[in-house]
């Protein structure tokens, strides 16, 4: 069998890829979904519009590569991590839309969490903090509000899941209701250290035990597809998009880092076998589980990353398409002293303020959209180097080079800023693909298409290397100015 398919299910749209043996894409299809705004700060999707685009988008794939099913070696899933999901195990209709990870209607269970105590039992067990982007406090809104779930729930009726357990669900017709590790441990209610649901956390919760798929590796066949248009193919590989993300710029070793610029910005430190525990904010996490080893990772969290251009285009209008921000931001020399801090739905790691909010401060008669767009996308950038800095501060492990993928990394300008913040060579890989090559790559070791990880690692090349090009004195004037910035945004709403 010549091919593996990916299905990337991400937070604006779905993807399917078709690669080859040498990591090249054969075919990708590509389909928006509606995302839904029903109050300030909530976020929801329709799981069966997810779906719909998902297997439409795999149909498109297939044809565009013009291969048949018997072509395909395994399915490799990859999703946006931690929207939530709850459905009717007879009749697989959801109780209610998927609330997504940028949602923020949970924060007030979070703090009741904290004035509880509960966040010492949370860190140690989850490697989280107590924050509404994880599933735990949204699985308990939709029990809470949701009329006759928490009941349908306790008779055992209903499953939870994240996106890769609804999207396995629903391609087995229901036969197999599944999660892999890396998943499980962005819900706050599985216990990263003992790899397994915890009984302890569901109190916490308030979530009853019969909601939860089973907890896999991430690398082996959950499953035979069942699904008309894609029957017959093994279900092989899971990943969450940001750890499939790090698998698939082959970071496998501890030390290595990747950054990932999407709708947000997702950087993670493999830390091999080694859960290390945070004193900065930061998330400890499971990368992946295969060949019966879980290896783990340091990760930081920025919300708000490529959505700003979004907002400079929707919002604004001071472009019309994603692309045009570095033309724009390329014709001042400098951010003229305007900095935008994008806490659009609060601010991740390593500060995790729910009640942060957007800022653009520094504006005089002299600033123009340009200088707008400039401080939207050294913005993107500040947040990636603050984390950073925490995690080496708690890996004791000082970054060699940073690894770069995702859609904003074409943005030349993004990247050399990037690069000059850091003080470290920012490399983009020649595939950008990277979170569809991880889910493919587990899926394809599962079914031994390929043999081991050094056959991969050799497919991994580099587009281009960013050096820093300023010095320590001018970084850290930037960086004060960033963070008086910083202090204007937090805690304001």
């Not at 269970?109 to 010492?120: E, K, T």
């Not at 499980?184 to 649901?197: C, K, P, Q, V």
């Not at 031994?448 to 090349?461: C, H, L, P």
């Not at 300023?470 to 805690?491: F, H, M, Y």
Request: include cysteine.
């Amino acid at each position: 069998m010549k091919y593996l398919l990916t299905l990337d299910q991400g937070t604006t749209s779905s993807r399917a890829l078709v690669i080859d043996r040498s990591g090249k894409v054969v075919s990708v299809a590509q389909m928006e979904f509606t995302q839904f705004f029903p109050q300030p700060g909530w976020v929801e999707h329709d799981p069966n519009e997810i779906w719909a685009s998902q297997i439409g988008v795999a149909a498109d794939a297939l044809g565009r590569a013009n291969i048949s099913l018997a072509d395909i070696a395994a399915i490799g899933i990859t999703n946006q991590r931690e929207t939530t999901l709850i459905w009717d195990r007879k009749t697989s209709e959801p109780v209610f839309h998927a609330i997504v990870w940028q949602d923020r209607r949970t924060a007030p269970i979070c703090d009741q969490m904290r004035a509880d105590g509960l966040l010492p039992l949370i860190q140690s067990k989850t490697g989280l903090v107590i924050d509404a982007y994880f599933s735990g406090t949204k699985v308990r809104w939709l029990l809470d509000n949701v009329p006759g779930v928490r009941e349908r729930a306790e008779r055992g009726e209903l499953a939870f899941g994240n996106v890769d357990s609804w999207l396995i669900w629903k391609l087995t017709d229901g036969k197999v209701h599944v999660t892999d590790e890396s998943n499980a441990s962005r819900t706050m209610l599985f216990n990263i250290h003992t790899r397994d649901w915890d009984d302890e956390l569901l109190k916490a919760l308030h979530v009853p035990r019969s909601l939860l798929p089973a907890a896999k590796s991430s690398s082996e066949i959950y499953g035979i597809s069942s699904s008309g248009m894609l029957s017959g193919i093994p279900i092989a590989g899971i990943a969450g998009d940001q750890q499939a993300a790090l698998f698939g710029q082959m970071c496998s070793k501890p030390g290595m880092v990747k950054n990932t610029y999407g709708t947000g910005c997702f950087m993670l430190m493999e830390t091999g076998t080694d859960a290390v525990p945070s004193k900065n904010n930061l998330l400890t996490t499971i990368a992946w589980r295969r060949n019966n080893k879980t290896e783990y990772a340091l990760e930081g969290s920025v919300f708000i990353a490529g959505a700003v251009v979004q907002w400079l285009r929707d919002g604004l209008g001071i472009i019309k398409t994603a692309p045009e921000v570095e033309n724009l931001a390329a014709t001042v020399q400098d951010n003229g002293g305007v900095y935008l801090v994008p806490a659009f739905v609060g601010l991740g790691a390593p500060h995790w303020d729910a009640y942060a909010r957007g800022a653009i401060v520094g504006l005089t008669r002299g600033s123009t959209a340009a200088h707008i767009a400039r401080a939207a996308l050294e913005g993107i950038a500040y947040q990636v180097a603050d984390i950073l800095t925490a995690m080496e501060s708690d890996s004791s492990i000082k970054l060699a080079e940073l690894r770069v993928d995702g859609g904003a990394v074409g943005n030349n300008l993004l990247m050399q800023f990037q690069a000059d913040l850091l003080g470290v060579p920012v490399v983009r890989a020649s595939n950008p693909e990277t979170t569809a090559m991880g889910a493919a790559y587990l899926a394809g070791l599962a079914v031994n298409y390929y043999n081991s990880i050094d056959e991969i690692a050799a497919q991994w090349g580099v587009d281009r290397t960013f050096e820093p090009k300023i010095g320590s004195d001018e970084r850290q004037k930037l960086r004060a100015g960033w963070n008086k910035a910083l202090e204007r945004a937090k805690a304001w709403a």
